[in-house]
């Protein structure tokens, strides 16, 4: 499986062959479809486990006696791990599950990551029910910004040129949790000067 992941992972899938895939691992075509029945079925493969076993970090934090602001923290870290060491599955996990032709095998994956949503939206329900998180929010637009910005590393991460998962878990907390205004920086600076309000122009006279 690793080979297939490499081989989509540089090539996508859509420019991906089961002929590819047989020659990156050193066998012929046919004892390929031995174990899978299309290419489908290797992507499903590569990425169902990646989904399933965020779903399960997930439920676990959201299921421990943590406060709200660390199981915001341990709910990107969760995420932010898969990358390291699995960098390749993730990446292909995030960027090509669209590639899947098999509307069932497609409508399995969706489930997945339709508890996934549902898991983070339920995270930031309960901090804005504990007074935590900000209470005017969209609990479900907050956590789909979340993943928005945590799956966007499968565009740029490289293990052995990004800076260590810790520290972008730490800039991404700080950014989701605390925002990137300096509170001393806006507190000082001077408020804008309010516009004169426009003199009406006089009616006419007959």
Same mark, same amino acid.
């Given at each position: 499986?690793?080979?297939?992941? =490499?081989?989509?992972? !540089? &090539?996508?899938?859509?420019?991906? +062959?089961?002929?590819?895939?047989?020659? $990156?691992?050193?066998?012929?075509?046919?004892?390929?479809? %031995?174990?899978?029945? +299309?290419?489908?079925?290797?992507?499903?493969?590569?990425?169902?486990? &990646?989904?399933?076993?965020?779903?399960?970090?997930?439920?676990?934090?959201?299921?421990?006696?943590?406060?709200?602001?660390?199981?915001?923290?341990?709910?990107?870290?969760?995420?932010?791990?898969?990358?390291?060491?699995?960098?390749?599955?993730?990446?292909?996990?995030? !960027?090509?599950?669209?590639?899947?032709?098999? =509307?069932?095998?497609?409508?399995?994956?969706?489930?997945?990551?339709?508890? %996934?949503?549902?898991?983070?939206?339920?995270?930031?329900? =309960?901090? &804005?029910?504990?007074?935590?998180?900000? #209470?005017?929010?969209?609990?479900?637009?907050?956590?789909?910004?979340?993943?928005?910005?945590?799956?966007?590393?499968?565009?740029? %991460?490289?293990?052995?040129? +990004?800076?260590?998962?810790?520290?972008?878990?730490?800039?991404?907390?700080?950014?989701?949790?605390?925002?990137?205004?300096?509170? $001393? @920086?806006? $507190?000082?600076?001077?408020? $804008? #000067?309010?516009?004169?309000?426009?003199?009406?122009? @006089?009616?006419?006279?007959?």
């Amino acid at each position: 499986m690793r080979r297939a992941t =490499e081989v989509f992972e !540089r &090539q996508g899938v859509n420019r991906t +062959s089961i002929e590819d895939i047989a020659n $990156a691992v050193g066998i012929k075509r046919e004892a390929i479809y %031995y174990y899978f029945k +299309s290419r489908a079925d290797i992507l499903l493969k590569i990425i169902l486990p &990646q989904s399933t076993s965020l779903v399960m970090g997930l439920g676990a934090i959201i299921n421990s006696n943590l406060p709200a602001e660390q199981k915001l923290e341990a709910a990107i870290r969760n995420h932010l791990d898969r990358f390291n060491p699995n960098y390749l599955e993730m990446t292909v996990a995030l !960027r090509e599950d669209h590639f899947l032709e098999d =509307e069932s095998k497609a409508a399995e994956l969706r489930g997945v990551w339709n508890e %996934y949503t549902h898991l983070w939206t339920r995270l930031i329900e =309960e901090g &804005q029910e504990h007074g935590i998180f900000k #209470p005017g929010l969209d609990a479900r637009m907050v956590a789909n910004g979340i993943l928005g910005m945590c799956n966007w590393m499968s565009r740029w %991460y490289d293990p052995g040129k +990004s800076i260590p998962i810790d520290k972008i878990l730490e800039i991404f907390f700080t950014m989701v949790a605390h925002g990137i205004v300096d509170p $001393a @920086a806006a $507190a000082s600076r001077p408020a $804008a #000067p309010k516009k004169p309000a426009r003199a009406r122009k @006089a009616a006419p006279k007959d």
